[in-house]
């Protein structure tokens, strides 16, 4: 019989894993005072990731090739799973090791000390071209944000908005939000008045995931949709160099698409960065105030969102 050694240790797929190499100094540390009974003897580990948990798979076979032992374990994270397979594998090596010691000839094997690995996990919903999870996984966040908008006819807007993004199913994901502004610039450069601006647009998206660790990632909604609101212009008095400005209120109605950048910053929270294009569909105005919105509406925002669930 050959004398006990070191088994070999083979990790077969830390890439999934955050943590890997301290996956892997734990793995060897456990292993480190285990006697194999023979030479050849090897440990095999695999680490796969599904949603938030991660799985290790080890495997023990003996100088032939034979199974001596198979174990899965679920966690969080690949250190911990690392750690706890190797105290495992190192209880199934020292049993093997004594049980050597006291027979002349090798006993068989022992049976698997669990049932087969299960089936193939399903892939991941960020696998596909646009994100679509399953019904009990289907994502619902809330956001504020910061906008500026151009093309009213009333001069720079700038406001806040709020705005929520729920998955509804077939990788669609409605996107509803209120807007309210203030110009921060003339209306025109001879007339001394200021308007306020207030909105609801709804859009229905496509979310392209990107590739990349869990919460760590950059996504990309592909949007289209309506703003209903209006526009109303501030009186202001006349002065010496600009007329008087009475106040007036119009309709404000859009049609166009949108492209949301989402970067996931860990945990729930994440940033974006939007930009929206519209027809501007209602152009007509009264007289009074003397405003003309323009055909097109441009609008860009920043702002953060967090995932309830």
């Given amino acids: ?39 050849g003897w090897t440990v095999h580990v695999r680490f796969t990731h599904a949603q938030s948990s991660y799985r290790a798979q080890a495997e023990i076979s003996d100088e032939v090739g034979a199974p001596a032992g198979h174990r899965a374990m679920d966690g969080h994270d690949c250190t911990s799973l690392a750690e706890a397979i190797g105290v495992w594998a190192a209880l199934v090596l020292d049993a093997e090791a004594e049980r050597s010691a006291h027979h002349a000839t090798p006993a068989p094997a022992p049976p698997p000390l669990e049932p087969p690995a299960p089936p193939p996990e399903k892939p991941s919903p960020e696998a596909a071209l646009f994100l679509a999870h399953p019904p009990e996984e289907r994502q619902l966040e809330v956001g504020l944000a910061g906008f500026v908008m151009a093309g009213t006819g009333t001069g720079m807007v700038g406001g806040g908005s709020l705005f929520a993004v729920s998955e509804v199913g077939a990788g669609w994901f409605l996107r509803p939000g209120l807007g309210l502004g203030r110009t921060f610039t003339e209306i025109l450069p001879t007339v001394n008045a200021e308007a306020a601006v207030g909105d609801a647009r709804f859009d229905a998206c496509k979310r392209i995931p990107g590739n990349y660790l869990d919460r760590r990632g950059i996504q990309i909604d592909l949007c289209g949709g309506a703003d209903v609101g209006f526009i109303h212009v501030l009186s202001a008095p006349a002065t010496a160099t600009s007329p008087a400005m009475p106040s007036g209120t119009f309709p404000l109605f859009a049609l166009g698409p949108s492209l949301d950048l989402r970067g996931e910053l860990g945990s729930e929270l994440s940033a974006l960065v939007r930009v929206v294009g519209e027809w501007n569909v209602l152009r007509e105005t009264s007289s009074e105030p003397s405003v003309t919105p323009a055909l097109l509406i441009g609008r860009a925002e920043v702002g953060l969102s967090w995932r309830l669930r």
């Fill in 1 to 39: 019989m050959d004398a006990p050694e070191p088994p070999q240790i083979v990790v077969e797929q830390p890439a999934p894993c955050v943590d890997s190499h301290e996956a892997q100094a734990a793995l060897e540390h456990a292993l480190a005072p285990t006697k194999a009974p023979a030479g």
